[in-house]
Nanobody
Framework: QVQVVESGGGLVQPGGSLRLSCAAS????????MDWYRQAPGKQREWVAA???????NYADSVKGRFTISRDNAKNTGYLQMNSLKPEDTAVYYC????????????WGQGTQVTVSS
């Protein structure tokens, strides 16, 4: 059974930083690609960033230059470093991992809350 667990969320002041982690386990295969999404209260889930097995990286315009996605293949874990956080970054952040053994639509974690407030 594949498990995906996000961690690292919390309360931070505007301008602060957080580092989210997304650890995948339960498959004999490492994930190929990871996407981060977020969902703010009353809003639809939006895509934030992605990284592929080949190292291709993309960001939503709203986070470009502030967020950095990375991965540790040895740990089958991905990260989202978030700097210069703004109140509008407040949301539940989810990761989705894709690859062999992770299901046709990938596997989702349970989400981690990020709150940016003074």
């Amino acid at each position: 059974q594949v498990q995906v667990v996000e961690s690292g969320g919390g309360l931070v002041q505007p301008g602060g930083s957080l580092r989210l982690s997304c650890a995948a386990s339960g498959s004999i295969f490492s994930f190929d690609a990871m996407d981060w999404y977020r969902q703010a209260p009353g809003k639809q889930r939006e895509w934030v960033a992605a990284i592929t097995s080949g190292g291709r990286i993309n960001y939503a315009d709203s986070v470009k230059g502030r967020f950095t996605i990375s991965r540790d293949n040895a740990k089958n874990t991905g990260y989202l470093q978030m700097n210069s956080l703004k109140p509008e970054d407040t949301a539940v952040y989810y990761c989705n991992v894709k690859g062999l053994g992770y299901g046709p639509s990938g596997s989702w974690g349970q989400g981690t809350q990020v709150t940016v407030s003074s």
